[in-house]
């Protein structure tokens, strides 16, 4: 303690490591919130089962490996290692796991209180796994169509090894579309579908155990230090939301929703800010890649993390700006909307080096490739969400500037219009050029976009879901008027391309323009609504489609009661007429 250099540094050091404490302790709180929601979620799950054995197990606490038996099934079909992870065989019974201190990684995983010789076989899971990557999967996301050079889906693989919570999740989807199949044939046995329902039930509930196990994981040991895996929880909890979703459970994607937007917000807290204190997704590309911080060739395939956050996180984009249309406030992801889906200006790329990269290429994150629908158009969306819920404040406190509005509304308008003739004119230019030739020839054949169902191509969805922006626009502008030129016109127009769909299982992909357009036909125009739906046959059980034509007979049913009280009415309104919020995905 004499004032010189090494006192100086040890000083400095006390520093940094006391700021270093206090944000890891300000991290664990912030991230506490989300085991709050995980456990409101089990409880829900819980409730709506109807099989006892399916409750106990939803609702059995994760204990330590206790049977050499279920250790053996478990790691046998989950882990690639032939050790219990331990330090013991398989076969050791008598070692107990324990967790590990915070910066250590967990090597042994929290069993759930279940007989999985029993309840799990390999062989049925195997058929089960390649059930939801060659048919479930790709009926969830028509649009993803990663190409050969890309090396497909072989990401989604190997997330499916590593990620115990998103496998039972994709075991789940796989035995609930199944079971769906089984129910639309008439010799299809009845035990079969027993054993389907109740197998989602226990799939789920083992699902949820071990994203709670993998979410107080990442409480413990934050985000900071261990970006791949908050990475893959974030998506087993975008996957869980899906498959809610999917099954058309509603209630639970709010929950979901925060968690995963939250967890979102702190990986690029933590890996997406630059020096100059500027957002830079490519950061946490990097940082995910197979060698940190080494840049990717342009040409060379995405690394299995790269993979899982640039699908992960279109997928949570997605959802998020369109559930803000039915809770009224901006998007949770509206901060990142400029960085991840718009083209960086000149200053930015500048501080970009390695032009060539792959990387480098922007908007970093492309929509059109993952739901099929162009950037432009969902960053609209989510504009006039926050508008409309900057309006419903404004007349909540009596400060409303209708001028502000106007202003506000037009340059969304004029933006929106504006893309659709690029758009128009763009496809006019592609189409007057040929086949590839040459060393690209082939890859036509790779592409990934042939399909069993004839799906509609990016540029019809865009021009459908542009068209709806417009009409939600429109009453947000000017309040429920379905009546008005403006919105009558955008109504039809809407209608013309959704006739124009080749086949009715187009309709799935286009459920939130659907939904927007229907609310605001007139009674002449019901008719048209009803017989898109009825084609679909089964295929409306699926999703959202049921739920959005139920949103549009409650809306047609209070008609009166809205000619009445139009002020009381806007889209937000119709997204909750069911007493609970909708989200069309």
Request: hydrophobic fraction near 40%; charge should be negative; aromatic fraction near 8%.
């Given at each position: 303690?004499?004032?010189a250099?090494?006192?100086?540094?040890?000083?400095?050091?006390?520093?940094?490591?006391?700021k270093?404490?206090?944000?890891?302790?300000?991290?664990?709180?912030?991230l506490?919130?989300?085991?709050?929601?995980l456990e409101?979620l089990?409880?829900?799950?819980?409730?709506?089962?109807?099989?006892a054995a399916?409750?106990?197990l939803?609702?059995?606490?994760?204990?330590?490996?206790?049977?050499?038996?279920?250790?053996?099934?478990?790691?046998g079909?989950?882990?690639?290692?032939?050790?219990s992870?331990?330090g013991?065989?398989?076969?050791?019974?008598t070692?107990?796991?324990?967790?590990?201190?915070?910066?250590?990684?967990?090597e042994?995983?929290?069993?759930?209180?279940?007989?999985?010789?029993?309840?799990?076989?390999?062989e049925h899971e195997?058929?089960?796994?390649?059930?939801?990557l060659d048919?479930?999967?790709?009926?969830l996301f028509?649009?993803?169509?990663?190409?050969?050079?890309?090396?497909?889906r072989?990401w989604?693989?190997?997330?499916?090894?590593?990620?115990?919570?998103?496998?039972?999740?994709a075991?789940?989807?796989?035995?609930?579309f199944?079971?769906?199949?089984l129910?639309?044939?008439?010799?299809?046995?009845?035990?079969c579908?027993?054993v389907?329902?109740?197998?989602?039930?226990?799939?789920?509930?083992?699902a949820?155990?071990?994203?709670?196990h993998?979410?107080?994981?990442?409480?413990?040991?934050?985000?900071?230090?261990?970006?791949?895996?908050?990475?893959?929880?974030?998506?087993?909890i975008?996957?869980?939301?899906t498959?809610?979703?999917?099954?058309?459970?509603?209630?639970?994607?709010?929950?979901?929703?925060?968690?995963a937007?939250?967890?979102?917000n702190e990986i690029?807290?933590?890996?997406?800010?630059t020096?100059?204190?500027?957002?830079c997704?490519m950061?946490v590309l990097?940082h995910?890649?197979?060698?940190?911080?080494s840049?990717?060739?342009?040409y060379?395939?995405?690394?299995?993390?790269?993979?899982?956050?640039?699908f992960?996180t279109?997928?949570?984009i997605?959802?998020d700006?369109?559930?803000?249309?039915?809770?009224?406030?901006?998007?949770r992801?509206?901060?990142?909307?400029?960085?991840?889906?718009?083209?960086?200006?000149?200053?930015?790329m500048?501080?970009?080096?390695?032009?060539?990269?792959?990387?480098?290429?922007?908007?970093?994150?492309?929509?059109?490739?993952?739901?099929?629908?162009?950037?432009?158009?969902?960053v609209?969306?989510?504009?006039?969400?926050?508008?409309?819920?900057?309006?419903h404040?404004?007349?909540?406190?009596g400060s409303?500037?209708?001028?502000?509005?106007?202003?506000?509304?037009?340059?969304?308008e004029?933006?929106?219009?504006?893309s659709?003739?690029?758009?128009?004119e763009?496809?006019?230019?592609?189409?007057?050029?040929?086949?590839?030739?040459?060393?690209?020839?082939?890859?036509?054949?790779f592409?990934?976009?042939?399909t069993?169902?004839?799906?509609?191509?990016?540029?019809l969805?865009?021009?459908?879901?542009?068209?709806?922006?417009?009409?939600?626009?429109?009453v947000?502008?000017s309040?429920?008027?379905?009546?008005?030129p403006?919105?009558?016109?955008s109504?039809?127009?809407?209608i013309?391309?959704?006739l124009?769909?080749?086949?009715?299982?187009?309709l799935?992909?286009v459920v939130w323009?659907?939904?927007?357009?229907?609310?605001?036909?007139?009674?002449?125009?019901e008719?048209?609504f009803?017989?898109l739906?009825?084609?679909?046959g089964?295929?409306?059980?699926?999703?959202?489609?049921r739920e959005?034509?139920?949103?549009?007979e409650?809306?047609?049913e209070?008609?009166?009661?809205?000619?009445?009280?139009?002020?009381?009415?806007d889209?937000?309104?119709?997204?909750?007429?069911?007493?609970r919020?909708?989200?069309?995905?």
């Amino acid at each position: 303690m004499d004032g010189a250099e090494l006192q100086k540094q040890k000083a400095e050091w006390l520093k940094k490591e006391v700021k270093r404490k206090a944000a890891h302790r300000r991290e664990r709180r912030y991230l506490q919130g989300l085991e709050v929601r995980l456990e409101s979620l089990d409880a829900s799950l819980a409730d709506d089962s109807d099989d006892a054995a399916s409750k106990n197990l939803i609702n059995a606490t994760p204990l330590s490996v206790s049977t050499s038996h279920s250790s053996q099934v478990f790691v046998g079909t989950l882990d690639s290692s032939p050790t219990s992870g331990c330090g013991g065989t398989r076969t050791d019974s008598t070692r107990s796991c324990s967790t590990p201190p915070p910066g250590q990684p967990s090597e042994c995983p929290v069993m759930p209180n279940v007989n999985l010789q029993a309840k799990l076989f390999p062989e049925h899971e195997a058929h089960s796994t390649m059930m939801y990557l060659d048919y479930v999967f790709p009926f969830l996301f028509p649009y993803y169509r990663p190409s050969f050079v890309d090396v497909g889906r072989g990401w989604l693989l190997v997330l499916l090894t590593k990620n115990k919570a998103l496998f039972h999740s994709a075991l789940s989807l796989a035995g609930y579309f199944y079971g769906i199949v089984l129910g639309t044939m008439h010799d299809a046995p009845t035990k079969c579908q027993t054993v389907n329902s109740g197998t989602l039930h226990e799939q789920q509930g083992l699902a949820l155990q071990w994203l709670r196990h993998e979410m107080q994981d990442i409480i413990t040991r934050g985000v900071k230090g261990n970006l791949a895996e908050a990475n893959r929880v974030m998506a087993s909890i975008v996957q869980l939301m899906t498959c809610d979703v999917a099954i058309a459970k509603p209630g639970n994607w709010t929950m979901h929703l925060d968690a995963a937007a939250e967890l979102f917000n702190e990986i690029m807290k933590h890996h997406a800010i630059t020096e100059a204190g500027h957002p830079c997704f490519m950061l946490v590309l990097l940082h995910l890649g197979s060698t940190p911080f080494s840049w990717t060739p342009k040409y060379h395939p995405w690394g299995s993390d790269q993979a899982i956050l640039r699908f992960f996180t279109a997928q949570l984009i997605f959802c998020d700006t369109l559930g803000s249309t039915a809770l009224r406030h901006p998007p949770r992801l509206l901060q990142w909307h400029p960085h991840l889906l718009t083209p960086l200006d000149e200053e930015l790329m500048k501080q970009m080096p390695a032009a060539s990269e792959k990387e480098q290429v922007t908007p970093h994150i492309n929509l059109r490739e993952f739901v099929g629908v162009e950037n432009w158009v969902i960053v609209s969306i989510g504009e006039i969400a926050t508008l409309d819920a900057w309006k419903h404040e404004m007349k909540r406190t009596g400060s409303l500037s209708v001028s502000e509005l106007v202003t506000r509304a037009a340059t969304i308008e004029q933006r929106l219009r504006s893309s659709l003739i690029a758009l128009e004119e763009a496809s006019l230019k592609q189409g007057g050029t040929g086949p590839a030739d040459g060393p690209q020839h082939i890859l036509q054949y790779f592409a990934g976009t042939f399909t069993p169902q004839l799906m509609h191509g990016t540029k019809l969805n865009t021009q459908i879901w542009a068209h709806a922006a417009l009409t939600y626009l429109g009453v947000v502008l000017s309040g429920w008027q379905p009546s008005s030129p403006e919105i009558q016109n955008s109504v039809a127009q809407t209608i013309e391309l959704l006739l124009s769909l080749p086949s009715p299982d187009c309709l799935r992909t286009v459920v939130w323009p659907l939904t927007v357009t229907g609310c605001l036909a007139n009674q002449d125009q019901e008719q048209i609504f009803r017989d898109l739906v009825a084609g679909m046959g089964p295929l409306k059980v699926f999703g959202t489609v049921r739920e959005s034509l139920e949103i549009m007979e409650k809306v047609w049913e209070c008609r009166a009661q809205i000619d009445d009280y139009p002020d009381q009415w806007d889209m937000a309104t119709c997204l909750n007429c069911l007493g609970r919020p909708a989200l069309l995905i």
